[in-house]
C-alpha cells in the first residue's frame, strides 16, 4: 500500500491536482486529498470541481495501481487540472470519532488485562462501535470507562504518526491491538503507528485529530454482550446523539 496523502496532511481538504487516467465515470489523480475507507472509517465524501463543472464523488476504489475516484455521475472528464474538495465537517466526524475509539481502546487495553479490539465501526450520525475479546468484565465497570475516557479528551493529549519497520512493530507488546488484522504495511515496509503521546500507541491507518481535546465528549450509549467472547461498546459524540 503507498501512503494516502490524507495520512500526512488530514488538515489540507482542498488539493488542486490533475486527473491522470479516466474511465466513464471515474477518474484516478495525480494526488488525492480523500480517505478511501478502511479499518471500520468510513470513506471520504467530497467533490471534483473543474472549470465550469463539479461532481460528487460516490466512493473509491483500487484496481490497477490506481486508487479511482467513482464519480456519482457516468461522467468522462478529460486528462488535466482538477480541484479536488473532501467534505470538511465529515472528515472531522471521523477524526474525531476514530481518535476517540484509539482512547476508549487504550483505556480498555490498560484497565481490562490487554484486551484485544475485534471489530470496529465508525457511522456517519456521530457514533461507532468498538468490539472487544472481553469474556468475563463487569459491564458497570466497562461503562465507567466514560469518566476516564472524556479525562483525557480533555487533556488535550497531542496526536502524532510514525513509521516503524514491520519486524519491529510486531514485536513491541501492544503495538497491534487487533486480534485479527494488522494494518497493511507501506511499501517500503513500514507500519503507521499513531501515538496519542503520554497514553498510547497503536498500528493504525486511519486519520486522527492533532490533539485530543478537538473531540466533543463522548457518552458510552450501550454495551452489548456478541458471543461469548465478544463485548460491543457503542459510543457517541456529545452533540451528535
Ligand atoms: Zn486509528
Redo the contacts with the bound molecule.
Keep these: 500500500m503507498s501512503r494516502y496523502f490524507c495520512l500526512d496532511h488530514p488538515d489540507v481538504l482542498i488539493r488542486e491536482t490533475d486527473i491522470v487516467q479516466a474511465r466513464p465515470g471515474r477518474v484516478a489523480l495525480a494526488e488525492s486529498p480523500f480517505y478511501p475507507g478502511g479499518?471500520g472509517q468510513l470513506p471520504d465524501r467530497g467533490t471534483l470541481a473543474w472549470h465550469g463543472g463539479e461532481v460528487a464523488i460516490s466512493g473509491f476504489e483500487s484496481e490497477g495501481g490506481h486508487l479511482w475516484h467513482v464519480l456519482a455521475e457516468p461522467l468522462e472528464l478529460p486528462p488535466g487540472a482538477v480541484e479536488a474538495r473532501v467534505d470538511a465537517p465529515f472528515r472531522r466526524l471521523m477524526r474525531a470519532l476514530?481518535t476517540d475509539l484509539?482512547i476508549v481502546n487504550a483505556v480498555v487495553f490498560q484497565d481490562f488485562d490487554k484486551a484485544l479490539v475485534t471489530g470496529v465501526q465508525m457511522n456517519e450520525d456521530g457514533t461507532a462501535r468498538i468490539d472487544f475479546d472481553l469474556p468475563d468484565a463487569d459491564n458497570e465497570r466497562l461503562r465507567a470507562i466514560e469518566t476516564t475516557v472524556n479525562a483525557l479528551i480533555r487533556q488535550d493529549l497531542v496526536v502524532r504518526q510514525d513509521h516503524v519497520p514491520e519486524a519491529a512493530a510486531f514485536a513491541e507488546p501492544g503495538l497491534i491491538r487487533s486480534r485479527s488484522v494488522a494494518p497493511p504495511p507501506t511499501s517500503d515496509g513500514k507500519v503507521r503507528i499513531?501515538e496519542i503521546v503520554g497514553l498510547d500507541r497503536q498500528a493504525?491507518g486511519?486519520t486522527?485529530l492533532a490533539s485530543t481535546g478537538a473531540s466533543p465528549p463522548i457518552r458510552i450509549l450501550k454495551i452489548d454482550n456478541k458471543g461469548r467472547h465478544n463485548r460491543r461498546l457503542r459510543i457517541g459524540l456529545d452533540g451528535a446523539v
Design positions: 479499518g476514530h484509539h499513531v493504525c486511519g486522527h
